[in-house]
């Protein structure tokens, strides 16, 4: 299968170049067969009311999570969309750097599933997550 993402360091570049990435200080750490790695460094901007990391942010993180560990699956001409974000919030998170570790399940010809775990500074399981995505295929230009 031909990759439409190039290796690792491509990926990684495009990715962390997202303007939703910036905006809530999320960065792609590394992806491969084993899996991906992304990471938030949150701050006093991503507290909820009481004071903790807000559930919406350990979200986004195990929805990018996930799907780059589905990216180095993709042939040239396949991207992805999540179609299912599923959470399980253990533990509130304070302020620090979140990591999520992604891992591919299962990846067929239509859809691809996949799960997270977070983990704070402490290495302390805060929230997993799983995730579906549907593969679109660019149509072919004549």
């Keep these: 299968m031909t990759h439409s993402w190039g290796d ?3 990926i990684k570049k495009h990715v962390n170049e997202s303007p939703f990435y910036k905006t809530i200080s999320m960065k792609m750490i590394s992806t491969g067969k084993e ?6 460094k949150s701050g006093q901007r991503h507290k909820n009311l009481w004071g903790t990391v807000h559930g919406g942010v350990m979200a986004s993180l195990t929805d990018s999570a996930c799907g780059i560990s589905v990216l180095p699956s ?5 991207t992805i969309v999540t179609t299912s974000l ?11 750097e979140l990591t999520a570790y992604g891992t591919m ?14 983990f704070d500074e402490r290495k302390k399981l805060i929230a997993k997550g799983t995730a579906s995505f549907i593969i679109v295929r660019k149509e072919k230009a004549y």
């Design 74 to 78: 993709l042939a040239v001409g396949e």
């Design 8 to 10: 690792s360091n491509a």
């Design 35 to 40: 899996g991906s790695v992304v990471r938030v």
């Design 105 to 118: 399940i299962h990846r067929g010809r239509r859809l691809a599933h996949a799960e997270a775990r977070i």
């Design 86 to 96: 599923q959470m399980h919030y253990f533990a509130p998170a304070d302020v620090g």
